[in-house]
């Protein structure tokens, strides 16, 4: 079956580091791929998505790129702000059968 | 993307009560999708409802405990059944479009 294995947080960083999140799968067939963020006290939203290898997915700074031939999808940022700490999800989405598999979640906190 | 209206968004229950939680999506879509996260954990699946048939269920979930509804191809329902604190959880309907999964608002439910 389809899983999603990223790094186990918290991840604390100080404000203008570099971030990296790793993030690897196991899906059948040629999958989606998404990071989402989820927010202190809010819902989940999309951060980026790479529907095919190589592709890059890229928003608000954030980059993840598609590596096929070391099933990865690691998340990085040049230079994290206090605003990004939230709770960061790969996942993927493979085959006709659309539900969306999740990793376990990676929480990042960004001290001033 | 698509917009899902999902309420109540937040609730605190009395144990071995009923809650029911609505989706509403702004167009028609096949699926739809259940999640339950639970306190510090990721997301995990439910069930999949398509319109005109029942839903199916995850291994751990059964239908008595969180039936589900789907009148048509804009609506459903979930409701969490004979409620106990375990029950207590953000609970998220979700649906795809183009390869992207879309999330409602989420319900933080709270069993006291």
């Known amino acids: 079956g389809n899983s999603v294995t990223q790094m186990e947080g918290p991840v604390t960083l100080s404000e203008e580091a570099f971030l990296t999140i790793n993030c690897t799968y196991t899906a059948t067939g040629y999958p989606s791929l998404f990071w989402y963020v989820q927010y202190p006290g809010e819902g989940l939203q999309l951060l980026l998505k790479?529907?095919?290898?190589?592709d890059k997915g890229s928003n608000k700074g954030f980059e993840a790129t598609y590596r096929k031939e070391t099933t990865s999808f690691h998340l990085e940022k040049g230079s994290v702000q206090v605003s990004d700490s939230a709770v960061y999800f790969c996942?993927?989405?493979?085959?006709?059968?659309?539900?969306?598999?999740f990793g376990t979640g990676t929480k990042l906190q960004v001290i001033p | 993307s698509a917009v899902i209206s999902q309420k109540p968004s937040r609730d605190i229950c009395q144990r071995g009560t009923s809650l029911t939680i609505q989706c509403q999506v702004d167009?028609?879509?096949?699926?739809m999708f259940w999640y339950r996260q639970q306190p510090g954990q990721s997301l995990t699946l439910i069930a999949t409802?398509?319109?005109?048939?029942?839903?199916?269920?995850e291994s751990g979930f059964v239908i008595d405990k969180f039936p589900i509804s789907r009148p048509n191809l804009t609506f459903s329902t979930l409701t969490v059944s004979n409620m106990s604190p375990e029950d207590s959880s953000i609970y998220l309907c979700s649906s795809d479009r183009n390869t992207e999964a879309f999330f409602g608002q989420g319900t933080r439910l709270t069993v006291v």
């Open positions: 996942a993927l989405i493979s085959g006709g059968y659309q539900k969306v598999t």
């Open positions: 790479a529907t095919k290898a190589d």
């Open positions: 167009s028609q879509v096949t699926m």
């Open positions: 409802a398509n319109q005109g048939s029942e839903a199916t269920y």
